[in-house]
């Protein structure tokens, strides 16, 4: 889980609003802002935005908490406001946050990525974009082979893939399927509309 705490509720949504766009839609669950932590929130939202100090549970552990303080606080315009004038604090990490491992190709690649200084803005868009398709192909190839073949069987026709990498993978595909049922039971309610509204038209 990222909590973001800021003075500014539009510090915190583009600070988040930013890394949703590292994932896949099924696998975000976010409130750009709320006054207070709630213990259901380790389990609901994976990105949440607060007010400085938010009290935080210490055991919600798997949780990573930055602060965006603004460097000019006459900014008072939503439209004027910009990370980009902002300073960014990490204030508390996850007591597992995975250093004594490899990390996930893609976590490096959007390391590497976000790190370089001589990479453009909308050269870095378009390859962000591109490495978070190329890794979801993989959650989908998963996801079309999770109820045929074992776990660590579906990796091995998973070009690309490491150890290390499998459970981004999954994660992502447990995202596919959330985002999935949601969609059929979208479709099922825009049926049953549809044909509820027929059949009024008929009877009448």
Not at 47 to 56: K, R, S, V
Not at 109 to 116: C, E, N, V
Not at 162 to 191: C, F, P
Request: with cysteine.
């Amino acid at each position: 889980q990222v909590v973001v705490e800021s003075c500014e509720k539009e510090y915190c949504r583009q600070f988040l609003l930013a890394i949703s766009n590292l994932l896949p839609i099924g696998c975000i669950k976010l409130a750009t802002y709320k006054e207070q932590y709630l213990p259901e929130y380790s389990s609901r939202f994976n990105l949440i935005g607060g007010p400085h100090n938010m009290d935080i549970p210490l055991e919600v552990s798997d949780v990573m908490v930055f602060r965006v303080s603004p460097r000019d606080l006459s900014v008072v315009e939503t439209e004027k406001m910009s990370l980009t004038n902002c300073v960014i604090e990490v204030r508390r990490r996850p007591e597992n946050d995975g250093s004594s491992g490899p990390l996930p190709q893609i976590v490096k690649r959007y390391r590497d990525l976000l790190l370089d200084a001589d990479v453009k803005d909308t050269i870095l868009e378009t390859v962000l974009r591109t490495t978070r398709e190329g890794w979801m192909h993989k959650a989908k190839i998963c996801f079309q082979m999770k109820h045929q073949l074992p776990g660590p069987e579906i990796f091995k026709y998973i070009t690309g893939c490491g150890v290390e990498d499998r459970q981004v993978v999954m994660y992502w595909t447990a995202g596919l399927s959330d985002a999935y049922k949601q969609h059929v039971l979208s479709t099922i309610q825009q049926t049953r509309n549809t044909a509820s509204g027929s059949f009024s038209a008929t009877t009448r």
